[in-house]
């Protein structure tokens, strides 16, 4: 997952609402529908090998206690680090946007700060302090904080969107503040709030590298280790069938959850921000807690092994240079084929409407609720089964780069095509240009910055992408996300240094940059 | 409306959207070199009309012809790009990423194209601001941008579509005359689509009053104004006094009928299509400007007055409690409470007796 919140809640406003009876070109449909049928192989695979096993072994499998102890501890974890970052969330959210601090953008970025560690990255930060940390409870503790700002950044524009009009009239009405506040503005941030919150619970459901580092035996660690030994992957496809069957459960509750608020005339008045005066000392406590334990802990902890002499010593150069090179390769063709399989769905999306639209962008956000760790999985069936030429090749990795992030490059790009509003199409065509021309000569250059941001969004996730990456890796082939996991598994801090400060500066550094600009563009739009 | 010289033909036109028809049996003919109004209220199709004659919406049934080329009809629909028509947006919809210049001279080909774009920009106003981004203009400059692009290839047909609705009061009656003029100037023949009575009768040389999706009355402003073609179209082009009469069969004065109504017996003309005979019950339509206060007439008593400088609408209740109103110049104007006599200035239009219209009633427009 990146720094980019795909916006959950739909804030996307067409200015252009005329219904266009002119249906899409059936060209348009084909190329969208192929996209996105590439984004379910993984899934339709799974479930075809799964059944292959036969529905005895599948029952006998899912009612062994290791299989439910696994499933169990996936669930506990997830709940856990949900409850923990809505409440952390929400109440840092209050504070962004409710208290008069001085530097406002500054606690805004460094709230932000942590969706740019991978949490894999945090887990081997605090390793480095407290090698003997492991279990549940410091799991629960540095996915919370690695995840509270997917609650905290969608609820404090949520705030700042909410009227304070009627938090006014509720209090004129006898409501307190707390009242007030809960019976006016909260049905307006609860939206965001629960997308938040979905997007914490996949991202904890799926996470492989920070359990494995920390010794906590979820569904995601389970499928690793059975298809690790390699006579049982029949478990590991059942293992990752549960896994899918809960995700897809958290995103349906979600759907069920969510609630519409409707945009009742929004006021223009906003709430006034308190004066904290001496009170500001604890506010600015409770809103360094997730950026310190979060980024500077983990970021002290590398640093300090980076530097240390022995480190620096024993860095092996070529080998350390080759997995950037291969990091770096496999971003850019992850990023390009995710971008090209976007492309149709985007523009499809983006300017026409109806049933068969709305199925084909749903399938292709497909990527955004599988595990890395079950696409990778599943894509290492399907090559052996299908095309076994191409197992373990850089083909079959670069495939499942693409279906996992497709869904950040449709996003952006259906974003950009949009906000191309469509009378300026009506007004090229009424000039003498080609439909084609049209596209090339208004809609490209328009919409060119969001692909280029779409594209960017999806080599940054790419680069720190690690369990389907360990799957599909073409033997003696390493990329920085690998080699800092197996090295820190192995208890080899000081070797993993480099390893994760060059992940650092190649993903998390241009991913913090990225938000920083796209924050200014939104603020300044 | 039967030109001879109908440049473009609209016949039996009908646009739906699923199961509604937003278009129904339109039958549309524009004069070339005429500025034709397409007037209605928000959400009465004249929108989609416009872009179903761009082909920016296909037809289902009858056909759009410009010239001798039909453009649209249910079994095909020429390409915008292909129509030859000019287009200016609401909004202006310049292209953010081209300057003026590139704005104005979008459609151009290479041959001739700075010549023509600088003409363009010294013809409405903006000579000098070529190479200006779009986000530099005021909102009146950005429109007549759109403008000139859109005249820029010598469109046989341009289409209006609500072009001064986004900008303030002031600037849009000084900018649509001179949009009006410049038109006309260049021979154009335009459709101008709008919501607003008074750009539709200031501007237009013919009017179409559309409803529901289709359209109501064809006609010059007078026409519009003055014969309006039912009861609705007076209303919505603009105030209206309306009583219950009864139909005398003698005509009067210059070849009109006579009703009797709660003015007196008074002139009146049928609407077109109407016969009423004597003794029929039938609605009378006036303007408020044709009462006028007279020394011979129906005793009224002044009630309120809506006063606006030039002129002032007065409310008067007559003697059997009939209320109605009367636009006074502001010099005459009567004191509230004053008892006056008022007469009527020309005659009235009888329209058919609506059911449900009782006594005498002031039309709030649609």
Known sequence: ??????????????????????????????????????????????????????????????????????????????????????????????????????????????????LAVPSYLAAYGWLVWFPTLNGFWPSWFVLSMVCTPYVTLPVAAALRGASGDLEAVARTLGRGPFGAFRAATWPQVRPAAIAGALLVCLYSLSDFGLVSMLRF??????INSAYGSSFNRNQAALLALVLVVLAVAVVVGERHNRGRVGNASPGRSRVPLRRPGLKLLPFALLLLITPVSGVLVPMGGLLSRLLDAATIRSIDMPRLLESIGSTLALALGGALLA?????????????????????????????????????????????LA??????????????????????????????????????LVDVSRMLGLSPLKT????????????????????????????????????????????????????????????????????????????????GLAKESA | MKTANSWVTIDDLRVSYGPVNILDSIRLQVPRGSLVAVLGPSGCGKTTLLRAIAGLLPVHSGSITVGDRVLSSASSTVAPEKRGMGWVPQDASLFPHLSVGGNIGFGLGRA???????????????????????????????????????????????????????????????LRTEVAELLRDQENTTLLVTHDQEEALSLADYV????????????????VYERPANLWVAGFVGDTVELNGTWIAEAGGRGHSLVDCELGRIRVDPAEGFAPEAGDSVRVMLRPEWLRLADH?????????????????????????????????????????????????????AFPQTSGDNGVGINPGC
């Open chain 2, 297 to 349: 007439g129906t005793d009224a008593r002044v009630g309120a007055i809506a006063y606006a400088g030039h002129d002032a609408l007065v409310g008067l209740e007559l003697a059997s409690g009939a209320l109605l109103r009367a636009r006074i110049a502001a010099p005459d104007l009567p004191r509230r409470g004053a008892e006056v006599t008022i007469a009527v200035r020309r005659p009235a239009i």
């Open chain 1, 217 to 222: 035996q979820t569904l995601t660690w389970g």
């Open chain 2, 112 to 174: 001739g194209k700075s010549a023509r774009v600088a003409e363009l920009a010294a013809i409405v106003g903006l000579a000098g601001f070529e190479d200006r981004a779009p986000s530099q203009l005021s909102g009146g400059q950005a429109q007549r941008v759109a403008l000139a692009r859109a005249l820029a290839a010598r469109p046989d047909l341009m289409l209006l579509d609500e072009p001064f609705a986004a900008l303030d009061p002031l600037l849009r009656s000084a």
């Open chain 1, 1 to 114: 997952m990146s720094v980019s919140l795909q916006p959950a809640v739909s804030t996307g406003h067409r200015r252009d609402s005329r219904p266009r009876p002119f249906g899409a070109p059936a060209w348009l449909l084909v190329l969208a529908a192929l996209a996105a049928s590439a984004a379910t192989i993984p899934l339709v695979y799974l479930v075809v090998r799964s059944l292959d096993a036969g529905l005895t072994e599948l029952a006998a499998t899912l009612l062994r206690p290791r299989v439910l102890q696994l499933t169990l501890n996936s669930i506990v974890l997830a709940a856990a680090v949900t409850a923990t970052t809505l409440l952390l969330g929400i109440v840092s959210a209050w504070v962004l946007t409710r208290v008069r601090m001085p530097a406002t953008r500054f606690w805004l970025l460094i709230c932000a700060l942590p």
């Open chain 2, 208 to 223: 179409a009053v559309m409803r529901g999706g289709r359209i109501e009355q064809f006609g010059t402003p007078a026409d």
């Open chain 1, 386 to 423: 299908v095309v076994p030429a191409l197992y373990q090749s850089v083909v079959v990795l670069v495939f499942a780069y693409a279906v996992l992030f497709m869904p950040k490059a449709i996003g952006t790009m259906r974003g950009g095509i949009e906000a191309v509003p469509g009378s």
């Open chain 1, 339 to 383: 971008v090209l399989l976007a492309l149709p769905i985007a523009a499809l999306a983006a300017r026409y409407r109806g049933r068969l639209v709305a199925a084909i962008e749903a399938v292709g956000f497909l990527g955004h609720a599988l595990p890395g760790i079950v696409v990778g999985l599943s894509l290492v069936f399907f090559a």
């Open chain 1, 439 to 518: 596209w090339w000569k208004v809609t490209r250059p328009l919409a060119l910055p969001a692909v280029g941001i779409g594209a960017l969004l999806v080599a940054i996730s790419i680069m720190k992408e690690l369990p389907a990456t360990l799957l599909l890796r073409p033997t003696g082939v390493s990329t920085l996300a690998t080699e800092l996991w197996s090295r820190t598994t192995a208890l080899e801090f000081g070797a993993a240094a480099p390893y994760a400060a060059a992940l650092v500066l190649l993903a998390a550094v241009p991913a913090v940059i990225l938000s920083g600009i796209r």
